[in-house]
Protein backbone atom coordinates (compact mmCIF):
# COMPACT_ATOMS: atom_id res chain seq x y z
CA UNK A 1 0.00 0.00 0.00
CA UNK A 2 1.31 3.78 -0.44
CA UNK A 3 -0.21 6.83 0.49
CA UNK A 4 0.50 10.14 -0.09
CA UNK A 5 0.55 13.17 2.54
CA UNK A 6 0.30 15.77 0.68
CA UNK A 7 0.36 18.24 4.03
CA UNK A 8 3.21 17.00 5.18
CA UNK A 9 5.47 16.12 1.74
CA UNK A 10 5.82 12.27 2.52
CA UNK A 11 5.21 9.58 1.21
CA UNK A 12 3.84 6.00 3.21
CA UNK A 13 4.44 2.37 1.64
CA UNK A 14 3.05 -0.13 3.54
CA UNK A 15 5.29 -3.32 2.77
CA UNK A 16 3.92 -7.11 2.26
CA UNK A 17 6.32 -7.97 5.30
CA UNK A 18 4.23 -5.46 7.44
CA UNK A 19 6.49 -2.64 7.48
CA UNK A 20 5.17 0.47 7.24
CA UNK A 21 8.08 3.32 6.08
CA UNK A 22 7.77 7.54 6.03
CA UNK A 23 9.84 9.10 2.89
CA UNK A 24 10.23 12.69 2.82
CA UNK A 25 10.02 13.86 -0.54
CA UNK A 26 11.89 17.11 -0.06
CA UNK A 27 15.59 15.14 1.28
CA UNK A 28 14.63 11.57 0.27
CA UNK A 29 15.41 10.23 3.50
CA UNK A 30 13.33 6.91 4.17
CA UNK A 31 12.43 5.96 8.11
CA UNK A 32 11.24 2.83 9.66
CA UNK A 33 8.22 4.05 11.43
CA UNK A 34 6.70 0.35 12.55
CA UNK A 35 6.39 -3.23 11.82
CA UNK A 36 2.41 -3.54 11.53
CA UNK A 37 0.18 -6.00 11.44
CA UNK A 38 1.43 -9.79 13.40
CA UNK A 39 0.93 -12.65 10.65
CA UNK A 40 2.27 -10.98 7.71
CA UNK A 41 0.89 -8.70 4.95
CA UNK A 42 -0.33 -5.15 5.61
CA UNK A 43 -3.46 -5.16 3.63
CA UNK A 44 -4.46 -1.29 3.43
CA UNK A 45 -3.14 1.88 4.58
CA UNK A 46 -4.43 5.51 4.30
CA UNK A 47 -3.76 9.21 6.33
CA UNK A 48 -6.30 11.30 8.45
CA UNK A 49 -7.53 13.71 6.51
CA UNK A 50 -6.95 16.72 8.99
CA UNK A 51 -4.55 14.85 11.51
CA UNK A 52 -1.83 14.70 9.19
CA UNK A 53 0.27 12.66 11.63
CA UNK A 54 -2.10 10.00 12.22
CA UNK A 55 -2.73 7.02 9.84
CA UNK A 56 -4.80 3.27 9.34
CA UNK A 57 -3.68 0.39 8.54
CA UNK A 58 -5.33 -2.72 7.90
CA UNK A 59 -3.65 -6.70 7.74
CA UNK A 60 -4.42 -10.14 7.23
CA UNK A 61 -4.64 -10.32 11.19
CA UNK A 62 -8.25 -8.97 10.65
CA UNK A 63 -7.25 -5.75 12.85
CA UNK A 64 -7.56 -2.07 11.62
CA UNK A 65 -5.02 0.10 13.45
CA UNK A 66 -4.60 3.49 14.01
CA UNK A 67 -0.86 5.12 14.19
CA UNK A 68 0.85 7.90 15.41
CA UNK A 69 3.85 8.82 12.72
CA UNK A 70 5.09 11.42 15.06
CA UNK A 71 5.36 8.91 17.96
CA UNK A 72 6.32 6.06 15.97
CA UNK A 73 3.24 3.99 17.81
CA UNK A 74 0.18 2.31 17.24
CA UNK A 75 -2.37 4.75 19.28
CA UNK A 76 -5.37 1.88 18.71
CA UNK A 77 -6.34 -1.07 17.26
CA UNK A 78 -9.61 -3.00 16.17
CA UNK A 79 -10.96 -6.24 15.91
Known sequence: S???DDTRGVVLVGTQGSEIYE???ENQ???L???GH???ELHGLATHPSQPHLFVTSG???TVR???ASKREMV???H
Open 2 to 4: VEW
Open 23 to 25: ITV
Open 29 to 31: SVV
Open 33 to 35: VTR
Open 38 to 40: SMD
Open 60 to 62: DDQ
Open 66 to 68: LWD
Open 76 to 78: RDT
